[in-house]
């Protein structure tokens, strides 16, 4: 199992930034990848972007390519995700979560495990 915690959300004007950060424990020595997800009210949990540790791939939403940058730490213990310019519609619930697998990463059940959410609101 990994264990996983976000931390940075808040509430920031349009226009702005907020770097999340989400620390990995546990068997991190398992993990493929780690992405980030959000979630909105009333809508599904959405992929924003994914980065695989051997070789540090990234891969975005077309949504925020351009705007937001993953990045890791070393030993896979924490991984980032800076976002600039944001937009209202960038507001929800933001998931880290970690995969053991190689297959479809912007698919929320490749996914085995999963942090509490940290909101990030986008005032307009």
């Known amino acids: 199992q990994v264990q996983l915690v976000e931390s940075g959300g808040g509430l920031v004007q349009a226009g702005g930034s907020l770097r999340l950060s989400c620390a990995a424990s546990?068997?991190?020595?398992?993990?493929?990848?780690m992405g980030w997800f959000r979630q909105a009210p009333g809508k599904e949990r959405e992929f924003v972007a994914t980065?695989?540790?051997?070789?540090?791939?990234?891969y975005y939403a077309e949504s925020v390519k351009g705007r937001f940058t993953i990045s890791g730490g070393n030993a896979k213990n924490t991984v980032y995700l800076q976002m600039n310019s944001l937009k209202p519609e960038d507001t929800a619930v933001y998931y880290c979560?970690?995969?053991?697998?190689?297959?479809?990463?912007?698919?929320?059940?490749?996914?085995?495990?999963w942090g509490q959410g940290t909101q990030v609101t986008v005032s307009s």
């Open positions: 979560a970690s995969s053991r697998r190689a297959r479809s990463l912007d698919k929320s059940y490749e996914y085995d495990n």
């Open positions: 546990g068997r991190t020595f398992s993990s493929y990848a």
């Open positions: 980065i695989v540790w051997s070789g540090g791939s990234t």
